[in-house]
């Protein structure tokens, strides 16, 4: 059983960044890709990013591609989401979720078996 805890959201300007991190445990973190996704108020969840067990492919949603990086780092048991020039758009809370290896799709909810709380990310002056 893996658990994940966010932490890094908050209230930023338009135009800002924040860090978000998700800390694993319980599990063998390189078992897993892990991903980033959003659901802002009345809508449904989306893909945001993903990256693969050893970091070796990462994947974007177009809304954040050229704003957003993802990475890991395997040894901490840690995932991290960079966010540059954010937008109004962006405000949604955010979850990070382990997919094991081997299986599915990166960009779909469906295939991530474990997910954290979400954190809250506002942009908004």
């Known amino acids: 059983q893996v658990q994940l805890v966010e932490s890094g959201g908050g209230l930023v300007q338009p135009g800002g960044s924040l860090r978000l991190s998700c800390a694993a445990s319980?599990?063998?973190?390189?078992?897993?890709?892990m991903g980033w996704f959003r659901q802002a108020l009345g809508k449904e969840r989306e893909f945001v990013a993903a990256?693969?067990?050893?970091?070796?492919?990462?994947y974007y949603a177009d809304s954040v591609k050229g704003r957003f990086a993802i990475s890991r780092d395997n040894a901490q048991n840690m995932l991290f989401l960079q966010m540059n020039s954010l937008k109004p758009e962006d405000t949604a809370v955010y979850y990070c979720?382990?997919?094991?290896?081997?299986?599915?799709?990166?960009?779909?909810?469906?295939?991530?078996?474990?997910w954290g709380q979400g954190t809250q990310v506002t942009a908004s002056s």
């Open positions: 319980g599990g063998t973190f390189t078992n897993y890709n």
């Open positions: 979720a382990a997919r094991p290896r081997y299986v599915g799709n990166a960009l779909s909810a469906a295939f991530y078996n474990y």
């Open positions: 990256i693969s067990w050893n970091a070796g492919n990462t």
